[in-house]
């Protein structure tokens, strides 16, 4: 089973941007969708971005025009650029293979996330 682990998280002014990035323990290729999820304290894990293997994107409407998924097939690596942040982006983010084309039911096990802070 693949082994992912995020890094990038930090943080940063309502605003501003910062890019998370996934790197998965084997060939990701074989992998149709991966996404990115995040969970906000006291909240469930939400699913916020897919991105296929050919490159076709998805996004939850909360992240929609602000976040931007990428994945680099040769270096089996996820990316997400995430601009215009909000507090309410606040949360510990995750990688992850739906097993669908979305939903929170996954393919791989989880990992530890990397936490985002959006706050003054």
């Known amino acids: 089973q693949v082994q992912l682990v995020e890094s990038g998280g930090g943080l940063v002014q309502p605003g501003g941007s910062l890019r998370l990035s996934c790197a998965a323990s084997?060939?990701?290729?074989?992998?149709?969708?991966m996404g990115w999820y995040r969970q906000a304290p006291g909240k469930e894990r939400e699913l916020l971005a897919t991105i296929t293997v050919g490159g076709r994107t998805n996004y939850a409407d909360s992240v929609k025009g602000r976040f931007t998924i990428s994945r680099d097939n040769a270096k089996n690596t996820l990316s997400l650029q995430m601009n215009s942040l909000k507090p309410v982006d606040t949360a510990v983010y995750y990688c992850n293979a739906p097993r669908g084309n979305w939903g929170n039911s996954v393919l791989a096990s989880w990992g530890k996330g990397t936490l985002v802070t959006v706050s003054s």
């Open positions: 084997r060939s990701i290729f074989s992998i149709n969708t």
